[in-house]
Structure formats: structure tokens, C-alpha cells
């Protein structure tokens, strides 16, 4: 019973270098998301799905690329990492956004 | 845009008193406010849920009210005990958008 599977835990990046933090769900979740934490600044929407082939723009989306080829993956791109990117990074997803949320483990993403 | 707004920011209580966090959000059109706890190095975890069919619902020691008129909804704790010391993050699924936004978090502290 996976759930929300999210992967790396840790990452070091340098300032101008571009990964992926890629984010799975086994439970044929329609919608999924990602959000940053940074301290005193709570649970901030990066971009969001309501289903494949759909994504759309949250809160704080620049710097940041999304795709939803599949219901299952949500994978989140940093194109070109700024030290501003320095954050702890979830993956959620829910039947459709009105139901319970599932967090990933996270990712806490150190840009130098 | 559409915010959610959360107080306080910081809770100390002692051991076997009451704590209230208290949450405003700007869509009038939302109808779903998750409460959500996440413990120090883990993953936000869904608490409480209320819709806004009804004014108040309750989950032994936890409770939340909503007021839709006034656009706010609250959580209570009673008779909280050490392991109730947490984030706490309240959260509003917005209608225009389909997202789902959350407050910047209320860190409680119980103390024995």
C-alpha cells in the first residue's frame, strides 16, 4: 500500500542546474499537487492537476515546470535552480480535491 | 487572490487546557476545510474535515466550527496532552481554480 511516493528525499543543487522531483500515487487519484514549505510561510501551492493531461498555475509557479502524461505521475521540473528554491518540497493527491489529501514524504531541496 | 489567513502564528498551552486556531478565507464560493497536523520532519496528515453544509463537527478531543457568513472556521483541542504539540495547518479547497490553498500554519506547543 504505496500511496503518494515521492522521490529524492534530499537533493544539493547548484545554483543553475535542473532536476526532477518526481511524485507517483497509487491510488487512481484524479488530482494531485505540489507545494513548497518554507518556515513561517506554510504550505504555498506550486501547480496542480485536476487530471492528466491538465495542469494549471498555483500560487508560486515560476521557476517551475509541470506535466500529467499519466493519472499516476505528477513529476515537478526546476528548470534552473536559484538559491530561492531552497525549500521543502511535498507531492499531494486526492479524489478530486474536496477529499482528504495524501502527502508524499517530501524533499528537502538545498540550492548553493 | 484567494488566501487563507491563520492565528496565531505561535500557541503555548499547558498540558489539559484548551487550544484555538482560528482560519479566514476569501472564496465565498469554497465548501471544504481541511485541518491537517504534521509533526516535526514528517508529512502534513488530514485531522478534520468540515464542509459547509454543516456548522460544526466533532472527533473526540478535536472539534471545528465553521461560520460561512463570516468566512471563518476554527479548530478546537480540549483536554490537549504533549503529543498534540504539532504544525497545524488549516486549508480551503477554492472553488474558482479548483485548489486547494492553505494557511501559513500555527505551531503548538503543549507543555507538561
Known amino acids: 500500500n504505496a500511496g503518494v511516493t515521492q522521490t529524492p528525499k534530499f537533493q544539493v543543487l547548484k545554483t543553475g542546474q535542473s532536476m526532477t522531483l518526481q511524485c507517483a500515487q497509487d491510488?487512481?487519484?484524479?488530482?494531485m499537487s505540489w507545494y513548497r514549505q518554507d518556515p513561517g510561510m506554510g504550505l504555498r501551492l506550486i501547480h496542480y492537476s485536476v487530471g492528466a493531461g491538465i495542469t494549471d498555475q498555483g500560487e508560486v509557479p515560476n521557476g517551475y515546470n509541470v506535466s500529467r502524461s499519466t493519472t499516476e505521475d505528477f513529476p515537478l521540473r526546476l528548470l534552473s535552480a536559484a538559491p530561492s528554491q531552497t525549500s521543502v518540497y511535498f507531492c499531494?493527491?486526492?479524489?478530486?480535491?474536496?477529499?482528504?489529501?495524501?502527502f508524499g514524504q517530501g524533499t528537502r531541496l538545498t540550492v548553493v | 487572490g484567494e488566501n487563507v489567513e491563520q492565528h496565531p502564528s505561535t500557541l503555548s498551552v499547558q498540558e489539559g487546557d484548551s487550544a484555538v486556531i482560528k482560519c479566514t478565507y476569501s472564496d465565498s464560493a469554497s465548501n471544504y476545510f481541511p485541518w491537517y497536523k504534521q509533526e516535526l520532519g514528517k508529512r502534513p496528515q488530514l485531522i478534520i474535515d468540515?464542509?459547509?453544509?454543516?456548522g460544526e463537527k466533532k472527533d473526540q478531543r478535536i472539534a471545528v466550527t465553521l461560520n460561512k457568513t463570516a468566512k471563518h472556521f476554527s479548530l478546537h483541542i480540549t483536554e490537549t496532552q504533549p503529543e498534540d504539540s504539532a504544525v497545524y495547518f488549516c486549508a480551503a479547497f477554492m472553488e474558482y481554480g479548483n485548489k486547494l490553498v492553505f494557511g501559513a500554519g500555527t505551531i503548538l506547543r503543549v507543555k507538561s
Open positions: 468540515i464542509r459547509s453544509n454543516v
Open positions: 499531494a493527491s486526492s479524489y478530486d480535491g474536496r477529499r482528504e489529501a495524501f
Open positions: 491510488m487512481n487519484h484524479e488530482y
